[in-house]
């Protein structure tokens, strides 16, 4: 039997429950497991699950079920939600996007390992491989979640569009496209647009600077609400352990590593830490633009160990817990409000524009990134 495996998130990796299936599916036929985001991909390398899931292709899983419906006799969807009903939302969500979501026999496997956990066929010739888990797994089979034209939640008023987000709890981030746009305050949240930019958020207050940076600032970029990544909450909830990429020996830096003075590739991640591994192929250091940026960007790189030097100015939002930063890393801390700014200046002035670089050294870097930043820098941290 070809078996095809989608997993989202890092929850369901970091619980071992991701893992446990997989070696339980192995034993019926050939795996093939994609997973997709960049989170999930931090915690494919912390589990050392780097030959058993394809992290290199960035497919929303609607897509990864597609791709693999395509070459599979039975698809499986893993995923561990906030809850039960996100999960369940979740699930609705991917399927109905689907082209044709009776072509392969579909098993959604939502929060393995929890007492609430369940099992749901989402079409009729997946009933026999559910049952089939659901027995070796322990986990029961629930009914199949009814499925709506539009399971996004959109109410119109003229020319304003809400989209209400389910399994919101209060003081959570509310991220659109990976921008943090403001905070709950209810658990009943609509993000109100006007025109393609967001005016408000129902049930929570808004973050201006993150409005700002999600229409591209002075370019005011509009986004269509319909289609857009809505999330709340952290990017990674659960513990883990980060396992680094690389000895601290191999760094090209000045005074160390056998490649010591011969250069090397920067790359500049500006708000953007979910590209960050795309970013940063082949670099040797890289500049991070942003507090949350900073660390969620060096937390991906400790993986692969590539130092950094993050601009940052306190407004932290703590998307993720439990970060690392590769040793040999600066952090600048600047006046409120100065990150973009100086973030600004050194995109124009030490990468032309461009998103890469070279530099002989790190220290280099850090002295020409230092004299850029000026009197806006507050402290230094050296990791």
Known sequence: ???????????????????????????????????????????????????MIDTSQRLKPS??????SATSDVVYLLNHGKNI???????????????????KPI??????????GEIISWNISACTHAMRMSSVLGIKVSEQP????APVQIETDGQCIMRKISGVHVGENILVNGVVIGRAESENIGIVVK???????????????GIEKLHDYENNAPIDIRTAWVKSGSLRRSNYTPRIGRSVENTIRSGSGSDSGTGGKVVMIDHAAEHCFELADGAQFAVTVGDDTTAIAGDILYRVGIPIIGITDGDFDGLSHNTKIYPGSTILRLRSGHDDMVGRRISEKLFGGKNTVIFDTYEALERKVMDIAGDSIISSAHY
């Open 63 to 68: 897509e990864s079920i597609g791709a693999l």
């Open 146 to 149: 009814i499925l709506t034209a």
């Open 1 to 51: 039997m070809r078996i095809g495996v989608v997993i989202h998130g890092p929850e369901v990796i970091d619980s071992g429950q991701a893992k446990t299936i997989l070696d339980i599916l192995s034993a019926e036929g050939e795996i093939s497991a994609i997973l997709g985001g960049t989170m999930g991909r931090t915690a494919v390398i912390d589990a050392g699950l780097e030959n």
């Open 107 to 116: 098993v959604q496997i939502e929060r393995p390992g929890c007492q609430d």
């Open 85 to 103: 009903e996100t999960g369940r939302a979740f699930g609705s969500i991917v399927i109905s996007n689907l082209q044709d979501m009776d072509n």
């Open 195 to 209: 025109n393609g930019f967001v005016t408000s958020i129902a049930g929570g207050t808004v973050k201006k600077h």
